[in-house]
């Protein structure tokens, strides 16, 4: 009887460290924000607003690591086969939902492979014209184009991208044509927007409203259900085809298999981050909107996402670049 109780008891003492090291609290050791892009641009400047703010709430340090690639698939599928602790995080954007339907063999199952954390933030599309357009609002525009099917041309950052694909949605919705005009990236394409080789962009509202303002272009419609509060006198597409609502959305994820415990911890912290005022008007800067949900929410939101996505990229033939 003395030796079981001696082994039991030997067997007790073994167990404590891994006992002492499931109890550690988040995080325990440094944490890491994989960005899906390469540095630059509102979702770098998100992720660094995190990383200073989260280091000050858990004393642990906090790194940005870039891993750009594949339409942002590269970064988030290092997240998805990080350990399941949480101390690997990722910030998806409006890929994420877009990429299941878009690409061919995925390397990680969107919904089953990660866990939502938190929609972090939102960014309002613009549609925005050359000035030679016969059309001022999104009503003529659709006009227009039904005037003259296959006339109108549209340039957008990228194909897959979640402004080619809104304007899909768009085309879709209203029962028009128009060209697509690939970039790659914006930059290339605003000269031939304004010049009036191409009539439309599809943009960020916040890089396209420069533009707008030194009246280069004209505005036609912010693809967000609301008005946005930086330019609330552009009217949205929704107030001419009800319930249209696209825009860029910013998130974060974990590995599936992280304790529901420490996704509702990060959550929450990063949620009291996008509720600081300083977070807030840096954000408003890059056209930024903090959200900040539950992951249950943000769950939900991925879940209703796919597969609206995968009906407007089957309509369309869009493939990855």
Avoid at 15 to 31: I, N, R, T, W, Y
Avoid at 258 to 269: E, G, L, R, T, W
Wanted: glycine residues 8%; hydrophobic residues 45%; charged residues 20%.
């Amino acid at each position: 009887m003395q030796d079981i109780k001696r082994l039991l008891a030997t067997a007790a003492c073994a167990l404590l460290p891994l006992a002492a090291l499931a109890a550690d609290p988040f995080p325990s050791k440094p944490v890491t924000i994989i960005v899906p892009n390469a540095p630059g641009g509102a979702v770098d400047i998100l992720a660094r607003l995190l990383e200073k703010s989260l280091h000050d709430t858990w004393k642990q340090p906090v790194l940005v690591v870039y891993k750009p690639g594949a339409g942002t698939v590269m970064g988030t599928d290092f997240v998805a086969k990080a350990q399941p602790d949480g101390h690997t995080i990722g910030i998806v954007v409006t890929s994420h939902v877009i990429n299941p339907s878009l690409r061919k063999n995925m390397p990680f199952d969107t919904e089953k492979d990660l866990a939502p954390v938190s929609m972090l933030a939102t960014s309002p599309i613009l549609i925005s014209a050359s000035n030679k357009l016969a059309a001022n609002n999104v009503k003529e525009l659709i006009a227009l184009a039904k005037k003259e099917p296959n006339k109108l041309s549209y340039a957008s950052p990228g194909s897959g991208s979640s402004m080619h694909l809104g304007m899909e949605l768009l085309k879709s919705d209203s029962g028009i044509d128009v060209l697509h005009t690939p970039y790659k990236g914006s930059g290339g394409a605003y000269p031939d927007v304004i010049a009036g080789r191409v009539d439309l962009i599809i943009d960020p509202l916040f890089s396209s409203l420069p533009q707008v303002k030194a009246g280069m272009l004209k505005p036609i419609g912010i693809m967000s259900a609301k008005r946005s509060s930086i330019a609330p006198n552009i009217p949205t597409v929704a107030e001419t085809i009800p319930g249209f609502n696209v825009e860029s959305i910013f998130g974060a994820v974990v590995a599936a298999g992280v304790p529901k415990d420490v996704v509702a911890k990060i959550s929450a912290d990063m949620n009291k981050v996008l509720a600081s005022p300083e977070v807030k008007a840096r954000m408003a800067e890059v056209g930024l909107t903090p959200v900040g949900t539950t992951p249950e929410a943000f769950a939900a939101y991925i879940h209703t996402e796919i597969p609206k996505w995968a009906k407007v990229v089957k309509a369309s033939g869009a493939t990855a670049d």
